[in-house]
């Protein structure tokens, strides 16, 4: 049965053109080709990755923060209340007024006392910012040795300057040392973001980073195993090419120096822009999609392929879009830019909180009419900022 199903999932006229196939990939004359058993060593390099990276933020992310005066600090617990704990846990971290007034009536508080609870139990689960600066550090240290590693790769192949030659001689295309190596650690570090995102700090596009993940980690892999690999160097390449400066500009957010952080995150936008939605769809994804058809009659594989890179485009899309605001909103007035899609937390910011406490101090210490609705561009404005 399973003998029958690997046939039938494997045969020529699925992946290849017609007259191609998997008996066209042997080794043969000092010729190694990929290997479909060639991938099962990103499962160590993946858990290597997970070893270096705790030795990595825990030592050299740990003095780089010092040096730059980012410290862990240290939020007060709320105190111990059973009934709000229990809404917190299993309900909403974020209660509507009818809740708040049930909750009120419940626990003996006043309505703005839950609120602050609710708003301090929020603040005290949200990441630190050295917990946030590590997590930047070890991606940035990725992404900048990815990038020239990928280049070095690339510089001196022909598909690198002409796109179409991406397909010369496909799908018999010799494998290269440095082709092995850049596909299989890149696989493994994209592997092992997938195992740590469980406990990695949570973004608004959680569920886009995991798309994103799977989708890029399938066709990586497709990509090796049909001999798309010249077009899989690439696309890895595009993708390296843009990630460090998002990360080094939150590296330099958290550490306070705003315009560094500013220049950094516009030069992030420029790049992404031009090598996610032009380089990569006009360039790659045309030599991918319209050159091979003039070539070959179109095959399932190549329907596979163009249709993974069709997701992975309409999330650079989406993420182009949260960018461009930023970029739009926060520039011109010189506030801290920062990716929308990462570390921006649901709860409110410890500033606010203050201006609670002053507000419930002042004069009849009453919410006035209006006042949710300010909190609430407060918030906004905040949690953008942060």
Not at 22 to 28: F, N, S, T, V
Not at 34 to 53: H, M, Y
Not at 219 to 247: C, K, N, P, Q
Request: with cysteine; aromatic share 16%; glycine share 4%.
């Amino acid at each position: 049965m399973l003998s029958w199903l690997s046939e039938l999932v494997w045969q020529d006229s699925l992946w290849f053109p017609a007259g191609m196939g998997w008996k066209d990939l042997q080794d043969r004359d000092g010729e190694v080709y990929a290997k479909g058993r060639d991938l099962w060593v990103i499962l160590p390099i993946a858990l290597c990755f997970l070893v270096i990276r705790q030795v990595f933020e825990r030592t050299v992310a740990m003095q780089l923060a010092s040096l730059l005066g980012i410290t862990d600090k240290v939020r007060a617990r709320v105190a111990h209340n059973s009934v709000l704990e229990a809404y917190f846990s299993s309900s909403s971290k974020q209660p509507s007024q009818s809740c708040v007034e049930s909750l009120s009536r419940q626990t003996g508080l006043t309505g703005l006392q839950v609120q602050r609870w609710f708003r301090r139990r929020r603040n005290q689960d949200r990441p630190s910012q050295l917990k946030k600066f590590c997590e930047a550090s070890w991606r940035f240290t990725f992404y900048l040795l990815a990038f020239f590693a990928g280049l070095a790769v690339l510089v001196d192949k022909p598909w690198f300057y002409e796109m179409t030659e991406m397909w010369r001689g496909f799908p018999k295309m010799p494998l290269l040392p440095s082709q092995y190596w850049y596909y299989m650690i890149e696989l493994g570090f994209y592997i092992s973001l997938l195992f740590s995102v469980a406990f990695d700090i949570k973004r608004k596009d959680f569920k886009e980073q995991i798309i994103h993940h799977i989708a890029t980690i399938i066709l990586i892999g497709f990509s090796w195993l049909v001999h798309y690999i010249r077009a899989g160097t690439l696309i890895m390449l595009v993708h390296d090419s843009s990630d460090w400066l998002l990360e080094s500009a939150k590296m330099f957010n958290y550490a306070g120096w705003r315009k560094t952080c500013n220049y950094i995150f516009t030069l992030f936008a420029g790049v992404f822009i031009v090598t996610r939605l032009i380089i990569l769809p006009f360039w790659i994804i045309h030599t991918t999609w319209v050159y091979p058809a003039t070539l070959y009659p179109p095959f399932f594989g190549y329907y596979f392929f163009n249709g993974l890179m069709f997701v992975l485009q309409c999330l650079h899309i989406f993420w182009a879009a949260l960018i461009l605001r930023m970029v739009v909103k926060f520039l011109p007035n010189n506030e801290i830019v920062e990716d929308e899609r990462s570390d921006r937390e649901e709860a409110e910011s410890e500033e606010e909180d203050e201006v609670h406490e002053r507000r419930e101090k002042s004069k009849n210490g009453q919410v006035q009419n209006g006042h949710a609705a300010i909190l609430n561009n407060n918030h906004h404005y905040h949690s953008k900022a942060e």
